[in-house]
């Protein structure tokens, strides 16, 4: 049974910070590429941040355009767990956040909402 659960979100005013954490379990999860998704009611998914399944070494980041700079994306193998460090917060990054795993999204989680105001 594979669940993602996502965690950090909540209420905080414009240029605050929020940490999200996504627990992962029923999947090796070291051996998935891992995303943060957002939507707001009513419009499109957006993809946010994503980072392979690579050794650390080798392992790679990537941002959407509207958070690049602001938001960090990381993973801890060891816990399971997936982050988003979420800097200069603003009103427009008002959503609903998933963790998803797998480089085509194929499991998602409840996810977790953030309200900037």
């Known amino acids: 049974h594979v669940q993602l659960v996502e965690s950090g979100g909540g209420l905080v005013q414009p240029g605050g910070s929020l940490r999200l954490s996504c627990t992962v379990s029923?999947?090796?999860?070291?051996?998935?590429?891992m995303s943060w998704i957002r939507q707001v009611p009513g419009k499109e998914v957006e993809w946010v941040a994503g980072?392979?399944?690579?050794?650390?070494?080798?392992?790679?980041?990537s941002y959407a355009e509207s958070v690049k700079g602001r938001f960090t994306i990381s993973r801890d193998n060891a816990k399971e767990t997936l982050y988003l460090q979420m800097n200069s917060l603003k009103p427009e990054d008002k959503a609903v956040y998933y963790c998803?795993?797998?480089?085509?999204?194929?499991?998602w989680g409840q996810g977790t909402q953030v309200t900037v105001s």
């Open positions: 029923g999947i090796t999860f070291s051996n998935h590429d």
């Open positions: 998803a795993a797998g480089g085509d999204f194929g499991y």
């Open positions: 980072i392979t399944s690579l050794p650390s070494l080798f392992r790679t980041t």
